[in-house]
């Protein structure tokens, strides 16, 4: 069983950056690969981005890529999403997961593949 607990949500504005972090419990994190959801309202969740157990792949939604970070500390059972050159299409509430896979693949962008959920944390970007 792993608990997620997202933090660092708040209210931004357009170009604007923010770090939005999860601490899981337990001893296995390494083990799970991690992902950030979003659901804007209104809108199905969707994928932003993973990161594999190791944190040495990354993969991203065509949205986050090349503005967004997501990155991990084993030791601290924290992964982070950093999020740069904020726009308001970005406002959603952010939730991370975690999969016990091993590798990240294609499914990663998909909810089912997760196993576990945090309960998210509002980002909020003004125009």
């Known amino acids: 069983q792993v608990h997620l607990v997202e933090s660092g949500g708040g209210l931004v504005q357009a170009g604007g950056s923010l770090r939005v972090s999860c601490v899981a419990s337990?001893?296995?994190?390494?083990?799970?690969?991690m992902g950030w959801f979003r659901q804007a309202p209104g809108k199905d969740r969707e994928f932003v981005a993973a990161?594999?157990?190791?944190?040495?792949?990354?993969f991203y939604a065509d949205s986050a890529e090349g503005r967004f970070t997501i990155s991990r500390e084993n030791v601290g059972n924290t992964v982070y999403l950093q999020m740069n050159s904020l726009k308001p299409e970005d406002t959603a509430v952010y939730y991370c997961?975690?999969?016990?896979?091993?590798?990240?693949?294609?499914?990663?962008?998909?909810?089912?593949?997760?196993?576990?959920w945090g309960q998210g944390t509002q980002v909020t970007v003004s125009s």
């Open positions: 997961a975690a999969a016990q896979v091993r590798n990240i693949g294609v499914e990663i962008t998909t909810m089912g593949t997760y196993d576990y």
């Open positions: 990161i594999s157990r190791s944190g040495g792949t990354t």
């Open positions: 337990g001893r296995t994190f390494s083990t799970y690969v």
